[in-house]
Each structure stands twice: as C-alpha cells, then as structure tokens.
C-alpha cells in the first residue's frame, strides 16, 4: 500500500466518530514521548507492541488488551483500529484466529507509524 492508499485509509478510519477522538495532543505525556524518542524508537515499539499483543492467533485479553493511553502507540492503535483483533477486521480486513504474518505485523506497525507522524507533524 502506498503512501496515498495509507492516507486515505487512515483519514476513513479517522472519521469514524469513536476514533476520531485519539489525537496526540499538545503538551500531553504521549506527545512528548513521541517527539523526543522520535519516529525510529517509535516505530521500534510499535513492532514490539504489536507482536507481543496483536500477532499472537488468540491474544491475552483481545478486546482489552490495549490502554487508552500511557505510550504513542497504544493511542494510534485505538485512532487506526488496530488495538484489537476485532478492529483489525473491520478496519483492515485481517482476519482473526491466526498468527499474523511478518508482512501483516510490518502493515500494522507502518499504519501506527503513519498516524503518529501525521499527529505530531
């Protein structure tokens, strides 16, 4: 998916009136964290995030497993409905019951990236 489609996906996703709500806001602790840890540490969390409590077929907790926030990352995931299995279907039709594949871990981490980037500018 290109740098477009990602957009365009993101700013549907974003629309939606419950993920509309996700920003990282000025002054708030997970902006800072993003800005001074910067998009490569970011990106590094987001991949070990994901892989521990997104990829696995059946995940600790799906549904739950996610705060709503206390790192960049988990506020992304709620605003690109990636936080759980079940967003991750009806938002990126990445079916459930399955381990996710390296490539599919690599789309979810870049979808989080994108979204942090485009907040903190």
């Known amino acids: 998916m290109d740098a477009t489609d990602l957009d365009a996906r993101l700013d549907a996703i974003g629309a939606q009136p419950f993920r509309s709500k996700f920003h990282l806001r000025p002054g708030s602790r997970d902006r800072s964290i993003a800005l001074v840890r910067g998009p490569t540490a970011m990106?590094?969390?987001?991949?070990?995030?994901i892989a521990k409590r997104l990829a696995p077929a059946q995940p600790l907790n799906d549904g739950k497993q996610t705060p709503y926030r206390g790192?960049?990352?988990?506020?992304?995931?709620?605003?690109?409905?990636?936080?759980?299995?079940?967003?991750?279907?009806?938002?990126?039709r990445i079916e459930p019951g399955r381990e996710l594949t390296a490539d599919e871990q690599d789309y979810v981490v870049t979808v989080i990236c994108r979204w942090i980037a485009r907040e903190v500018g």
Do not use: S
């Open 43 to 49: 990106r590094k969390h987001a991949h070990d995030i």
């Open 71 to 92: 790192h960049p990352v988990f506020v992304a995931q709620h605003a690109t409905g990636t936080c759980c299995r079940t967003c991750l279907r009806k938002n990126h």
